[in-house]
């Protein structure tokens, strides 16, 4: 896989329910943040947690990391319909450079 | 707010035509980026900037790329000679320098760039 590749692809939910989505990447990081998209437009940042942080919590937001399996969730609870987008995580390297390395991501859809 | 800003919403330019996609960072940002999506695609990093250089660049940023800091304000890609499969969402991003923030990097609304 490469660097960066979350599962699911795609995620249908009731409104209300709980939303989990997976990233898992390969080369070591300086953190992992996650961005949502809606179709066709930018990307907002939700969330970053760095190398030596194991979980993070951001209003409905709850990100995870466990770096010895070098893999990150998002966990959205309580969904509504308003959260429907494309959701990424990105990684940062060690070292100087500051690129960030984006997975797939997750289309979540999120139904009345 | 601050956001990043980024003109034209869609570019629509013939193969072997110029573009320039413009981008105005957040005001106190000191690094710079250009990613860019192609349709149903992850989002890809072209470059990176700061002190008015180049600080590291993808495969995909070949001659025909190229970036500037024309002024204070403004961030530019420039695409000299446009090709079929330039077509993409190009995102600019922004940093700040302060410690605990500054590895958030804040995305523009993107400029969809269509090469017929």
């Known amino acids: 896989s490469q660097q960066g590749e979350e599962d699911p692809q795609a995620l249908s939910i009731q409104e209300g329910e709980n939303a989990t989505m997976n990233c898992s990447y390969k080369t070591s990081i300086n953190n992992l943040q996650w961005y949502r998209q809606n179709s066709g437009r930018g990307l907002v940042h939700l969330i970053l947690i760095r190398s030596n942080e194991r979980e993070k919590h951001s209003g409905r937001l709850r990100v995870t990391l466990d770096t010895s399996k070098k893999s990150s969730s998002l966990l959205i609870t309580a969904s509504r319909a308003a959260d429907t987008a494309s959701y990424f995580c990105?990684?940062?390297?060690?070292?100087?450079?500051?690129?960030?390395?984006f997975g797939t991501g997750t289309r979540l859809q999120v139904t009345l | 707010e601050p956001e990043v800003t980024q003109t034209p919403s869609h570019q629509v330019t013939q193969m072997g035509q110029e573009v320039i996609l413009r981008c105005v960072p957040i005001s106190n940002h000191l690094y710079f980026y250009w990613y860019r999506q192609i349709l149903g695609q992850k989002v890809e990093f072209l470059v990176s900037f700061y002190n008015n250089e180049i600080s590291e660049k993808s495969e995909i940023f070949d001659d025909q790329f190229s970036v500037e800091r024309p002024d204070g304000s403004n961030f530019t890609l420039k695409i000299r000679s446009t090709k079929l499969e330039d077509s993409a969402m190009y995102f600019c991003a922004s940093r700040a320098r302060e410690a605990g923030i500054a590895d958030t990097q804040y995305f523009g609304p993107g400029t969809r760039l269509t090469v017929l």
């Open positions: 990105a990684t940062r390297g060690t070292g100087t450079a500051s690129k960030l390395t």
